[in-house]
């Protein structure tokens, strides 16, 4: 199978990709959980127990220069799309740096740099975690990541940066210590659920204008961070760093942490739950009340809400016909919680766009794709994510007009997902919140970026390419993400074939090779002449 890659000026024919390096002896190691990178030491990673593998699917690793003379224009140039709209990235490991502000697996992201360039791919994505920088209050220690920079910018590749102000369970990277430190006596910096139990791993909404943080306000805490990040990282900006994502709420996504509870073996998804218990949260509520003059209203959420792993029909709240949602009541709540997390984006989005307004890079929010439940008239999975979005109303409007207002562009994460893989009786419909969610955009002239949730997902490649060439193509695509399973011989092939196909999706006879010799010529595609690609 020949893969082409498209350049900005050139292209390149290989076969079956070749990648790595010999004499770096490396791989991305056997793993249950696909997006970390294991080593037998620091720094290094042993290739010797998969080299059978790989043999058996065609990859094999060299360490060679060679020369090549260039490749020939497309015969039908008007029969092909090339990827001059389309930018690909690829996420670096969640846990690229991390304990003592160090790289993990720097040898092993080295080689996979040169993989992907080699493969044609503009960029790669990197976390940047609030917990592995400023371990203390206004003290920042960016050494890790600048070392991760200067590695992506030898290689000639992109990079888009991804601000963390979440807590991520896996891997584990925790909040910093003096911010988990006063949750230990000031649990209502954190979200609240109806049973009182707090979420902590990223900080409730209501307190974004309060001086929690040793008398500073987390807005506030935020504004040094990024002014740190655009200062140390200015060399960059621009020319490396050409995008920024601000982090938003949970994972970094706009939302409420409403299903952060997994399903119950066996079970499909449940609505989740309001997150507005925390005393924070409920003064803006209590204050929202009595400013509409209804009072009482203000005292709590829901009280007729299913829990987290419930079906909408378990209660009275989200039922279809006859359900709270569509009460006066109910209209009033989802409303004001609805608009607090709106607002809570505008405070973050305003902030990262003031910072990074004068630079070259473009700044990103993400979006969460809740697509559980969508078949039904209430969408709760959507209510208690804090996006007011029914059967007959558009809650992404205000979203949307949000991000256009402050220069934003839109991630959107799920664009692996088909339908037809959902479970059936969670009347889920990922394709279509996604068209909704574009359609909006696209009326407030908000561009929007895509990712996919997990590699390996049903017919998931073929579901991202459909989304990125489709009537509205997007101009960015995040493949999440780098790791074991990334690099694995199960995996690999099939998207190196995928890169291909963005090529040139679409081939005239007349342009495929006549000569079974031209197919498997090797080429040097990179500037480092100790790297090449060989046909297996």
């Known amino acids: 199978m020949e893969v082409s890659v498209i350049r900005s000026s050139s292209q390149a024919k290989i076969s079956k990709t070749e990648l790595g390096c010999r004499d770096l002896r490396f791989c991305f190691g056997k793993s249950n959980d696909k997006n970390k990178i294991f080593s037998r030491k620091p720094n290094s990673v042993c290739f010797d127990s998969q080299i059978s593998r790989f043999r058996k699917a065609g990859l094999r690793f060299t360490l060679k ?21 389309l930018r690909l990235f690829v996420g670096l490991p969640l846990d690229a740096v991390s304990d003592g502000n160090s790289v993990n697996h720097a040898r092993a992201i080295g080689a996979g740099l040169k993989a992907l360039k080699l493969l044609g791919v503009e960029g790669v994505e990197l976390p940047v975690w609030w917990g592995v920088v400023e371990n203390e209050m206004g003290k920042y220690d960016w050494s890790g990541y600048l ?19 979440h807590a991520s369970s896996q891997p584990r990277i925790p909040l910093p210590k003096w911010v988990t430190k ?6 209502s910096i954190f979200f609240a659920d109806r049973s009182g139990q707090h979420y902590q791993q990223c900080l409730s909404l209501a307190v974004d204008d309060l001086a929690v943080l040793d008398g500073k306000t987390p807005v506030q805490v935020y504004q040094g961070f990024c002014e740190s990040f655009k200062s140390t990282f ?7 760093i050409t995008g920024i994502s601000m982090g938003l ?34 003064n803006l509520l209590k204050q929202y009340a009595e400013a509409n003059g209804n009072p009482l209203w203000g005292l709590g959420g829901p009280h007729d809400a299913p829990t987290y792993d419930q079906a909408p029909n378990s209660n009275s709240f989200f039922k279809d016909h006859g359900g709270s949602w569509e009460s006066p009541y109910g209209d009033f709540f989802l409303s004001w919680y609805s608009s607090e997390l709106v607002s809570h984006g505008n405070r973050l989005l305003s902030l990262a766009s003031s910072i990074f307004g004068d630079t070259e890079v473009n700044v990103y929010g993400k979006v969460p794709l809740m697509h559980s439940w969508y078949k039904t008239r209430a969408h709760p999975s959507e209510l208690t994510a804090g996006f007011y979005n029914t059967a007959s109303r558009n809650g992404y409007e205000a979203v949307a007009e949000m991000f256009a207002r402050n220069s934003c562009k839109i991630i959107l994460p799920g664009m692996d997902l088909s339908d037809e893989h959902q479970p059936h009786d969670a009347l889920s419909s990922p394709e279509s919140l996604l068209a909704q969610i574009r359609t909006t955009c696209n009326k407030h002239r908000v561009e929007v970026a895509g990712q996919n949730l997990a590699s390996g997902a049903p017919g998931g490649l073929e579901q991202i390419k459909k989304n990125m060439l489709g009537e509205n193509p997007i101009d960015l695509f995040t493949y999440q993400r780098m790791g074991a ?16 196909s963005l090529s040139q999706p679409e081939l005239h006879p007349d342009d495929l090779p006549s000569d079974e010799a031209e197919a498997t010529e090797s080429v040097q595609t990179s500037s480092d002449p100790n790297i090449h690609l060989q046909t297996a």
């Open 182 to 187: 006063i949750g230990e006596s000031q649990s």
């Open 485 to 500: 399973h990334f690099f694995s011989p199960e995996h690999f092939p099939s998207f190196t074939e995928f890169v291909r």
């Open 249 to 282: 709420g949970p994972d970094g996504e706009l939302r409420y942490p409403s299903h952060h509870k997994p399903a119950k073996s066996g079970t499909i998804t449940g609505v989740g739950e309001f997150q507005c218990y925390d005393t924070n949260m409920l």
């Open 65 to 85: 220069a060679v020369h090549s003379d260039p490749i020939l224009e497309s015969k039908s140039p008007a029969t092909s799309k090339s990827l001059d709209r």
């Open 147 to 165: 070392a991760v920079a200067e590695m992506v910018q030898k290689e000639g590749l992109k990079l888009h940066v991804s601000l963390c102000f």
């Open 234 to 240: 200015s060399p960059f900006m621009g020319s490396t």
